[in-house]
């Protein structure tokens, strides 16, 4: 069974940082895309950033290019989402999700709140 937590969200004072961590298990594709989308309150979901498996290729929305990195860890099957500068506007809920390449299956996490206010 595929599973996907998040773990890190939090309060934040704006200007602050946050580190955001996703651990996928349970799958065995080797080619897949996993990442983040966030959802804000009276929103529709966007997508944040991204990272493939074969070959490190990353993906950040305009919205946090500059301020977001994403990073994974093969070894754990965990990928980090490290957020600075944070703004009020990126208060949402952070879902990560995996999907497969070959497959087109989805998984996607429960979500974390990111909460940015003085």
């Known amino acids: 069974q595929v599973q996907v937590v998040e773990s890190g969200g939090g309060l934040v004072q704006p200007g602050g940082s946050l580190r955001l961590s996703c651990a996928a298990s349970?799958?065995?594709?080797?080619?897949?895309?996993i990442g983040w989308f966030r959802q804000a309150p009276g929103k529709e979901l966007e997508g944040v950033s991204c990272?493939?498996?074969?070959?490190?290729?990353?993906y950040y929305a305009d919205s946090v290019k500059g301020r977001i990195t994403i990073s994974r860890d093969s070894a754990k099957n965990t990928v980090y989402l490290q957020m600075n500068a944070l703004a009020p506007e990126d208060t949402a809920v952070y879902y990560c999700?995996?999907?497969?390449?070959?497959?087109?299956?989805?998984?996607w996490g429960q979500g974390t709140q990111v909460t940015v206010s003085s």
């Open positions: 349970g799958f065995t594709s080797d080619y897949y895309v």
């Open positions: 999700y995996l999907k497969e390449l070959i497959t087109r299956r989805e998984y």
């Open positions: 990272i493939c498996s074969n070959d490190g290729t990353t």
